[in-house]
C-alpha cells in the first residue's frame, strides 16, 4: 500500500499531492513541502497509508476520540 500526501488549505479542503512507495520518500516529501511553503501559507500537509487516495481522504477526515488521560506517561 503507498503513502498518500495531502495538502489542507485554511478551509480544510484537501488536495491529494502525491503517492509513495515507501516510508521515507513520502516523509521526505511532506518536510521539503511544509519547508518551503512556509508558517504563513496556512497550509498544511498531511501523509496517509492507505489503499487508494480517497480511503486515505476518508481515514484523514475521520474524527478520533481524544487520548484517555492515564496515556500520556
Known sequence: MPYHV???NAFKQ???LASH????SAK???KELRKSAGASSGN???MMFAAS???ALKLLNEKREPRPMGEHD
Open 6 to 8: 495531502f495538502e489542507i
Open 53 to 55: 487516495p480517497e480511503l
Open 14 to 16: 484537501f488536495e491529494h
Open 21 to 24: 512507495d515507501n516510508y521515507r
Open 44 to 46: 498544511e500537509y498531511r
Open 28 to 30: 521526505n516529501a511532506v
